[in-house]
């Protein structure tokens, strides 16, 4: 790794998650209660996920999204410190990173209109191709695809554990009553 590809690529994806995130965290919860009856009406194969994400709370993505940053704030240090396989490790997380901005775009298009997540992703696409693009100067194709599958199943497998880590640690916020 050089110190371009450190500055460019590697450093900046703890910051722009971060970015990314906190457009979701500040609108995702009443979007979706706002949205989430029409979205099921129009896709009804996709009501479980509606749901699931309309009773997210703020407090709840919070946690779940500083779970996820920790996680990439490590595999960002493993990566600068050249751990084994750490290209690897790294390049499937930033893949399954750009693979989510794009999700966002073709959900835009989709409800045509705003969703959480658009505005940053519209910003940070650039850059996402700009680092696809660089991976492929390094990475052959069907290893780049290995590594992207790869990267979304960790990652949708952690996304899943980040939102019922969020739900439970506010359940139990909520349920444990005060000392008196």
């Given at each position: 790794?050089?110190?371009?590809?450190?500055?460019?690529?590697?450093?900046?994806?703890?910051?722009?998650?971060?970015?990314?995130?906190?457009?979701?965290?500040?609108?995702?919860?009443?979007?979706?209660?706002?949205?989430?009856?029409?979205?099921?009406?129009?896709?009804?194969?996709?009501?479980?996920?509606?749901?699931?994400?309309?009773?997210?709370?703020?407090?709840?993505?919070?946690?779940?999204?500083?779970?996820?940053?920790?996680?990439?704030?490590?595999?960002?240090?493993?990566?600068?410190?050249?751990?084994?396989?750490?290209?690897?490790?790294w390049s499937a997380a930033f893949m399954a990173f750009s693979l989510h901005l794009a999700?966002?775009?073709?959900?835009?298009?989709?409800?045509?209109?705003?969703?959480?997540?658009?505005?940053?992703?519209?910003?940070?696409?650039?850059?996402?191709?700009?680092?696809?693009?660089?991976?492929?100067?390094?990475?052959?194709?069907?290893?780049?695809?290995?590594?992207?599958?790869?990267?979304?199943?960790?990652?949708?497998?952690?996304?899943?554990?980040?939102?019922?880590?969020?739900?439970?640690?506010?359940?139990?916020?909520?349920?444990?009553?005060?000392?008196t």
């Open positions: 790794m050089n110190a371009f590809s450190a500055f460019a690529l590697v450093l900046p994806l703890p910051l722009f998650f971060l970015l990314h995130d906190v457009e979701e965290l500040i609108f995702q919860h009443r979007w979706m209660l706002r949205h989430g009856p029409e979205l099921c009406t129009r896709f009804p194969r996709l009501r479980f996920l509606i749901a699931h994400l309309s009773r997210l709370t703020t407090p709840a993505f919070a946690i779940a999204a500083t779970e996820e940053l920790l996680l990439l704030l490590g595999l960002t240090t493993y990566m600068l410190y050249d751990g084994p396989y750490a290209m690897w490790i999700v966002h775009l073709l959900q835009g298009i989709l409800v045509r209109g705003y969703v959480p997540g658009l505005v940053s992703s519209l910003l940070l696409l650039p850059w996402a191709g700009y680092g696809l693009w660089s991976l492929h100067l390094v990475m052959p194709l069907h290893s780049m695809c290995l590594c992207g599958l790869c990267g979304v199943a960790v990652i949708a497998l952690n996304l899943g554990f980040a939102h019922r880590l969020g739900k439970w640690i506010c359940s139990k916020r909520h349920t444990s009553s005060p000392q």
